[in-house]
């Protein structure tokens, strides 16, 4: 048994007997590594809230028999400040981890450049400058090229044909030309495919200027692309917001949607409504008797 000392992102935790917690976390060194964080869910923990979803520590552990010891934990980025306020951000990050915690399926093994990935989509997400959903897109795509999963955007993912071409199968793995095309290919726009394009390209400029409907046409063939090669569906990806209130009309100088004054949407997501609709009423809210009882 030795110890050893890593910088990783905590993708997700749970709960092990009365007061620990197992922690997933996405290391720069040693790839995907599960710890037991021993007392973290009492009040006086020394670091049990640096241990949470979002967290960009610097860790030392305890090399265990099945599974390590987290020891010593010290914040690098806080990045859950700049999301969890906002349910957009929020959401998009919740499927950054898991789409990073699927594909990364073997622990302890080098994972650069998904490292790298997901420490650079937190960052943007709590800086809050691009739109969640063109990153969320980006991120998805270049994961999926690491995992050897990219769509073929410029050539038939049949034959090999050099495009473009009007069709796309998600089984196939991208675009198809006219001979190859399968029953129930999808025909995207040309400009839903530039989009794609232009995210695993890393050419914001171009998808900064999208429209609304290339957007979530692009969102819809990016996940279920990513869902296919999974051959599961991912929890969070639901519950993703993908207005783009804040993507094309906010670049022309346009205020969001729900800072556009009286008229505006509500912006609490339909889920939350209608959950705190079912709950029963605080005790401050019941009503009282003639009596003035409670």
């Given amino acids: 048994m030795s110890l050893y000392r890593d910088v990783g992102v905590v993708l997700r935790v749970g709960k092990l007997g009365e007061a620990d917690r197992i922690i997933t976390l996405l290391t720069r060194r040693y790839g995907k590594v599960r710890a037991v964080a021993k007392g973290v869910r009492r009040t006086g923990s020394r670091f049990g809230a640096r241990l949470e979803p979002f967290a960009h520590v610097d860790t030392q552990l305890h090399t265990g028999r099945t599974l390590d010891v987290v020891t010593q934990v010290q914040t690098l980025d806080a990045f859950g400040v700049g999301i969890v306020a906002d349910y957009r951000r929020y959401t998009t990050a ?28 937190l960052r943007a997400l709590a800086d809050g400058r691009r739109d969640a959903s063109l990153l969320l897109d980006a991120f998805v795509l270049r994961a999926m090229a690491f995992a050897g999963w990219s769509p073929a955007l410029g050539e038939c993912a049949r034959c090999g044909l050099s495009g473009p071409h009007a069709a796309f199968s998600v089984p196939l793995g ?50 279920a692309h990513l869902q296919w090669h999974l051959e599961r569906q991912l929890r969070s990806l639901p519950l993703v917001e993908r207005s783009t209130a804040h993507g094309a009309g906010a670049a022309a100088g346009n205020p969001p949607e729900s800072e556009a004054g009286e008229g505006a949407p509500d912006p609490v997501p339909e889920l939350i409504r209608e959950r705190a609709g079912t709950l029963e009423p605080s005790l401050g809210e019941r009503p009282t008797d003639p009596s003035g009882r409670r």
Avoid: H, K
């Fill in 94 to 121: 919740c499927a950054v981890l898991e789409t990073a915690d699927r594909i990364v399926a073997e622990e302890r093994e080098p994972v650069l450049r998904m490292y790298l990935l997901v420490v650079g989509v």
């Fill in 174 to 223: 991208g675009t198809v030309c006219g001979q190859c095309r399968p029953a129930g290919a999808s025909r995207p726009s040309s400009a839903t495919i530039s989009l794609m394009r232009a995210l695993l390209d890393g050419d914001w400029n171009e998808a900064e200027i999208s429209e609304d409907t290339v957007r979530r046409e692009g969102s819809g063939l990016v996940a």
